[in-house]
T-cell receptor, first 114, second 112 residues
Framework: DTEVTQTPKHLVMGMTNKKSLKCEQH?????MYWYKQKAKKPPELMFVYSYEKLSINESVPSRFSPECPNSSLLNLHLHALQPEDSALYLCASSQDWAYRETQYFGPGTRLLVL | TQLLEQSPQFLSIQEGENLTVYCNSS?????LQWYRQEPGEGPVLLVT?????EVKKLKRLTFQFGDARKDSSLHITAAQPGDTGLYLCAVLWMDSSYKLIFGSGTRLLVRP
């Protein structure tokens, strides 16, 4: 099973809302990632968790708050977002956060901020 | 400037035609990956090339890593509508830590 699942698939939220994106994998991977993909652009790394610890934060605004409750789950908490945050949010996982480890991507959550 | 430049940005072709997509950089890489992303889905790894000059085939797709390991190409023979999608090259890049960096992408549309 090489599946990474993400919920919800679509999300519409206002700028004052608080919402969360969820990502789950059962491959025993110890590295998990959040990427942001704007329309017609490639994915860009936001956060890396390795062994449930935040290892990389790519200068992401604090209105995005990641959380890794256990080795299978990764959340992205959203608060006071701006319309320019509308994008596809992709979760990925890999065996380890190491060179040449293949990353497996979920289908993404398409977020629209009104 | 982007680490990886892909060309063309967009390609619309008829079913049965051949095409080549390019991924170029001024940097040298120890490996390079190609992904395909279909609408509404995440990227899926197609291949990893490691050795300069390496050629890998995946059915009708042929991937080549440049001799100097700075560039790569993807050639599709007899394209089919199912090949439609966004093709992304990517490298694992080390600055302060390892990051997967994607190219600018080539959007392919194969018309039946």
């Amino acid at each position: 099973d090489t599946e990474v699942t993400q919920t919800p698939k679509h999300l519409v939220m206002g700028m004052t809302n608080k919402k969360s994106l969820k990502c789950e994998q059962h491959m025993g991977h110890r590295a998990m990632y959040w990427y942001k993909q704007k329309a017609k652009k490639p994915p860009e790394l936001m956060f890396v968790y390795s062994y449930e610890k935040l290892s990389i934060n790519e200068s992401v605004p604090s209105r995005f708050s990641p959380e890794c409750p256990n080795s299978s789950l990764l959340n992205l908490h959203l608060h006071a977002l701006q319309p320019e945050d509308s994008a596809l949010y992709l979760c990925a996982s890999s065996q380890d956060w190491a060179y040449r480890e293949t990353q497996y991507f979920g289908p993404g959550t398409r977020l629209l901020v009104l | 400037t982007q680490l990886l430049e892909q060309s063309p940005q967009f390609l619309s072709i008829q079913e049965g035609e051949n095409l080549t997509v390019y991924c170029n950089s001024s940097s040298v890489f120890s490996s390079l990956q190609w992904y395909r992303q279909e609408p509404g889905e995440g990227p899926v790894l197609l291949v990893t090339v490691v050795t300069g000059g390496e050629v890998k085939k995946l059915k009708r797709l042929t991937f080549q890593f440049g001799d100097a390991r700075k560039d790569s190409s993807l050639h599709i023979t007899a394209a089919q509508p199912g090949d439609t999608g966004l093709y992304l090259c990517a490298v694992l890049w080390m600055d302060s830590s390892y990051k997967l960096i994607f190219g600018s992408g080539t959007r392919l549309l194969v018309r039946p």
